[in-house]
DNA sequence: TATGTTTATCGTAATATTGCAATATAAGTA
DNA sequence: TACTTATATTGCAATATTACGATAAACATA
């Protein structure tokens, strides 16, 4: 017990939590919300703008990455990280569509 | 060490990361899209259609309605959830938005 | 080569999440 | 009242996540 039993999900169902998961952490979406601000993609001073220790940042940069959500490298000294903009797309379309889908419903009882 | 730091981040980006949160799971995910799927809200039967027990099922629809994704209540010996439009919208709003300024940007170097 | 700068990784402690058996609660029905 | 059905709660074990200090790795430059 434990750990979550994707086994008995579909891929479909797992993929998305997987995905949205990533985003399921202020630090990450404080990350995500830098990368869109700045202009451009090398930001190597991310480190200095969230209150917490480099290698935690290095990690929350790495769940994000290995997500899908952000893509990029290490450039010599400096990150050269940004946004993946099919993985945000794909979680807009997501609940884009759920939303459709609730409107024609419309015979919410609660 | 160990708690997310949430003091340190914005109210919006704690908001936004409970919210997430909630859906970063498959089982949430297979709740969430059961719950669009019937026609009716009430929905006695999630629990056999999720491959996990019923105490299981009962913290999952728990999370969801703490998080504000589902709103309803135990109706006599039935559940009447259902999905919580807001929410959903929230969701889509800010991913339309992230989106949008990425389209916006179409500076990607990685 | 040595030094400084930047990011990644390792190791580990604290905390949170997931899942279920057992049990409780609540409501309907005989 | 006793019984059945449906959901919630409790308690706990297994696992995952979060965070950081220490250290490594990669690169630039003196």
């Known amino acids: 017990m434990g750990a979550t039993k994707t086994e008995h999900f579909t891929d479909k169902q797992n993929a998305l939590a997987t995905l949205i998961k990533a985003l399921g952490h202020p ?3 404080a990350i995500v919300e830098y990368l869109l601000k700045v202009d451009d993609c090398i930001c190597g001073d991310i480190v200095n703008e969230l209150p917490l220790s480099q290698p935690t940042v290095s990690q929350h940069l790495k769940e994000l990455k290995t997500a899908g959500l952000i893509k990029g490298n290490v450039e010599g000294n400096a990150i050269c990280y ?3 903009e099919k993985a945000i797309d794909k979680l ?9 889908k609730l409107e024609k419903k419309k015979n919410n009882c609660c």
């Open 82 to 84: 940004c946004i993946d």
């Open 27 to 29: 630090a990450r979406i």
């Open 92 to 100: 807009r379309d997501y609940f884009a569509h759920i939303s459709t």
